[in-house]
């Protein structure tokens, strides 16, 4: 199973039913600009979430924004002031997970820090090209995890949209 990381509407993830009531809960509270086609990370295997969040969980004090997420019914707001809420949707049988964007990219700098892994765009883009190339695509799923989660996340800032994960 795979796992994208999608920066765009909830229209963009969803049904349109269920876009228009997470939309009815999310934007008067995380307001964004919403504009544009959405952009989609390369997919990587759903395991690399789990394998990022382990790394994290023992390179990092505090990371709740990666490590108290499933990579299920998540979005990061750009306008989220901190910490993990659980937002209540109709017919949703979980609530929705909505994490900090400007949070979630100070953990991964930090994490990036820690395990000496690139931030910057360029350095990024080769290290997915190497991995897309890469005879083992089972390879440091952690690393391509965090290499599509920054590169999404950064997506996201610039155009002041959400970034949802879409299992």
Excluded: C
Excluded at 54 to 66: F, G
Excluded at 142 to 148: I, W
Aim: proline share 7%; net charge negative; no cysteine.
């Amino acid at each position: 199973m795979s796992l994208t990381f999608v920066v765009g509407k909830a229209s963009d993830v969803f049904g349109a039913d269920l876009a228009r009531a997470i939309d009815v809960e999310l934007s008067p509270r995380f307001p964004s600009k919403r504009g544009g086609e959405a952009y989609r990370s390369e997919p990587v295997d759903v395991m690399g979430w789990r394998a990022l969040q382990t790394r994290v969980l023992r390179a990092l004090d505090v990371a709740p924004q990666i490590t108290s997420v499933d990579a299920y019914q998540a979005v990061y707001a750009p306008s989220s002031p901190g910490g993990v809420e659980h937002l209540p949707i109709a017919n949703l049988a979980d609530p929705l997970q909505v994490g900090s964007l400007p949070a979630l990219i100070a953990e991964l700098e930090r994490f990036a820090l820690t395990s000496m892994l690139p931030t910057d765009d360029v350095e990024l883009m080769k290290l997915s090209a190497y991995y897309l190339e890469h005879e083992d695509p089972n390879a440091d799923l952690d690393v391509q995890t965090y290499v599509q989660l920054l590169l999404s996340a950064k997506q996201a800032v610039a155009r002041g949209e959400p970034l949802w994960i879409v299992l």
